[in-house]
């Protein structure tokens, strides 16, 4: 839930999301795809994080844990809801 609301739902993300970055032309596809049984599962995520873009979050630690709070107990919506950080959205209903 954290990484979700830090990923996702806070204006300027506090983390990246390693999943939905820009796969590089020269990667090789065992590192994109992995074949499981009779189906294929897409497994990339960056890598190089020495390079990944900085945040352009300002908010102080407290204002976060604040928003967590009241995303997590008056917006998201528990009985409806499932997080599910490779959508656009972070989220899925059930």
Do not use: C
């Amino acid at each position: 839930m954290i990484i979700h609301f830090r990923i996702k739902v806070v204006n300027h993300p506090v983390l990246i999301n390693l999943q939905n970055t820009t796969i590089p032309e020269d990667a090789p596809p065992d590192q994109i795809f992995h074949q499981g049984g009779e189906r294929r599962h897409h497994v990339w995520y960056a890598k190089d994080i020495i390079n990944l873009p900085k945040t352009m979050n300002q908010m102080h630690v407290g204002q976060i844990l604040h928003s967590f709070f009241e995303y997590g107990s008056h917006r998201f919506q528990w009985g409806r809801e499932v997080i599910f950080l490779r959508t656009q959205g972070g989220i899925f209903n059930k």
